[in-house]
């Protein structure tokens, strides 16, 4: 499938963080009082969409406590690679780093409308 962003995440975080999480997750489908829905990726399933590729040998970022999951993987979409980096512990933290050094991070993975963008990783990190 091709995939092309035509929207900036500095001008819509929360949708370019979730059509990045679809990406990057597999589709997989749960129904809850006889509703199908789709499960989130970084809360409700772990599983790899096709294309993504794990770094399993990627250093724990400092700022996450050492219990706990760390995971950072990429995949090139249009010919660019982004970076999914996340941590759970039952809660997560879900970051997409792009090429120029700008982010998407997601403090609380469980929600689809708390992405912040960022041109360059803040100095407080």
């Known amino acids: 499938m091709k995939f092309k962003i035509d929207a900036s995440p500095k001008d819509n975080p929360n ?3 979730e059509l990045l999480r679809n990406e990057f997750f597999k589709e ?6 006889g509703k199908k829905y ?5 809360y409700s399933t772990f599983n790899l969409a096709e294309g ?7 250093p724990v970022d400092p ?9 950072v993987s990429q995949k090139i979409i249009d ?11 039952g809660d997560g ?3 997409f780093h792009f090429e120029d050094g700008s982010l998407l991070c997601n403090g ?4 689809d409308y708390v992405w912040e963008y960022y041109s360059e990783i803040p100095a407080d990190w």
């Open 52 to 58: 993504v590729e794990e770094l399993p040998g990627e």
């Open 79 to 89: 010919g660019k690679k982004i970076v999914m980096k996340y941590w759970w512990d």
């Open 15 to 17: 949708m370019i963080g």
């Open 108 to 111: 609380d993975c469980k929600k």
């Open 38 to 42: 789709r499960k989130t990726g970084c």
């Open 93 to 95: 933290t879900l970051e």
């Open 63 to 71: 700022n996450y406590p050492a219990d706990g999951t760390y995971t």
């Open 28 to 33: 997989e489908y749960e129904t809850y009082l």
